[in-house]
């Protein structure tokens, strides 16, 4: 059975450089307005995904029969079966969304970030 040791050591302390950099760019109004703008996308994104989700544990609450009503009388396939993919869907459309703009947008601004910060 192999042991595993953890050195501590004075090395793993944040110097006082990397202290100053660390505070020089949360200092930078490019972070703030980075921090914000994903903030805001996020909390957007998640209340989208909750209302598409609890609009559907609603209707399953208070609508049941309703999500069981056929699509076509000649086939099996309800109602709710095409709005629970829908539900599917959207989480994965909405992923897809942030990561988008995480890649494109606020990557970008890390880098202009990281950039100054040197």
């Known amino acids: 059975m192999t042991k595993w040791r953890v ?18 760019i949360r200092n930078n109004p490019k972070f ?15 209340v989208i995904m909750l209302a598409i989700y609890f609009g ?15 699509l076509s009388s000649a086939g099996v396939t309800t109602i709710g079966f095409p709005i629970g993919v829908g539900v599917i869907l959207s989480a994965i459309a909405l992923t897809g969304i942030y990561v988008y703009r995480a890649n494109g947008e606020f990557d970008e601004m890390n880098r202009q970030i990281i950039e100054e910060s040197r």
Do not use: C, D, Q
């Open 32 to 46: 703030k307005e980075l921090v914000a703008k994903r903030n805001a996308f996020a909390w957007t994104l998640s």
């Open 56 to 70: 559907f544990i609603l209707i399953i609450a208070f609508n049941k029969a309703w999500l069981g009503t056929l």
């Open 7 to 24: 050195k501590v050591s004075s090395h793993n302390a944040p110097s006082a450089a990397n202290l100053a950099s660390a505070e020089h």
